[in-house]
């Protein structure tokens, strides 16, 4: 079964700073995809960022970077310039490509960014 | 059009009660899952349904758990006696089909609270 986690319940980051969240998985599969979710306190989980296994270029969505690095089966986010809307609850999630999944998402346990004006 | 709505927004019941929580998806949304996000066990994936059909209940917590969706659209969680253990926030997402590129849209959740 796959897993994912998320070694850092908190983080706190200057405004206009960048920070990176780690996550990492486990997984016998050889193509999945990769995802970074942003819940604020509205409770809606929110896409920032997805990746697709077989794709080596991290992906990238303006302030929103990855560092995918299968190997060793890791995906962090990087959130440059940040803004006090960053401020939420973000979950790295897995999704299964296998011909029999649901394509229902498996989450980490979340880290909790704080922004410091 | 609009986005995925769930209904109530928050719900206080007392132990042993049963209740439904609903799930209107996106309109053409052929996917649809439904979600626990609780304190003690983070996000967790209860049941996923296809059209009208679920092919897998496994993820149920337990038999007091059960859902429907018809006419391929909106989705009920039934959970009967509740427990304490039940209090979480349940999620629904849906999306124009199950896995693939196709992204998941989540609602805004129910908030369930057990006492």
């Known amino acids: 079964a796959q897993t994912v986690t998320q070694s850092q319940p908190e983080m706190s980051v200057q405004e206009a700073e960048t920070v990176t969240l780690s996550c990492t998985y486990d997984?016998?599969?050889?193509?999945?995809?990769l995802f970074w979710y942003k819940q604020p306190p509205s409770r809606q989980m929110i896409l920032v960022i997805r990746?697709?296994?077989?794709?080596?270029q991290n992906a990238t969505e303006n302030r929103f970077s990855v560092n995918f690095q299968k190997a060793a089966k890791s995906f962090s986010l990087k959130i440059s310039d940040s803004q006090l809307g960053d401020a939420a609850m973000y979950f790295c999630?897995?999704?299964?490509?296998?011909?029999?999944?649901?394509?229902?998402?498996?989450f980490g346990k979340g880290t909790k960014l704080s922004v410091k004006p | 059009g609009a986005g995925v709505s769930q209904s109530p927004s928050n719900k206080v019941t007392e132990k042993g009660k049963d209740v439904e929580l609903r799930c209107d998806p996106i309109?053409?949304?052929?996917?649809l899952y439904w979600y626990r996000q609780s304190l003690g066990q983070g996000l967790e994936f209860l049941i996923y349904f296809q059209g009208n059909s679920a092919p897998d209940k496994s993820g149920l917590p337990s038999d007091r758990f059960s859902a429907e969706r018809t006419g391929g659209s909106v989705s009920t969680l039934t959970i009967q006696r509740t427990q304490q253990e039940d209090s979480a926030v349940y999620l629904c997402?849906?999306?124009?089909?199950?896995?693939?590129?196709?992204?998941?849209?989540f609602g805004p959740g129910t908030r369930l609270t057990v006492l």
């Open positions: 999630a897995y999704r299964s490509k296998s011909r029999g999944s649901q394509g229902n998402l498996i």
């Open positions: 997402a849906s999306s124009l089909a199950a896995g693939g590129p196709n992204e998941q849209f």
């Open positions: 997984t016998s599969e050889s193509d999945y995809y």
């Open positions: 309109s053409g949304h052929t996917a």
């Open positions: 990746q697709e296994a077989y794709k080596q």
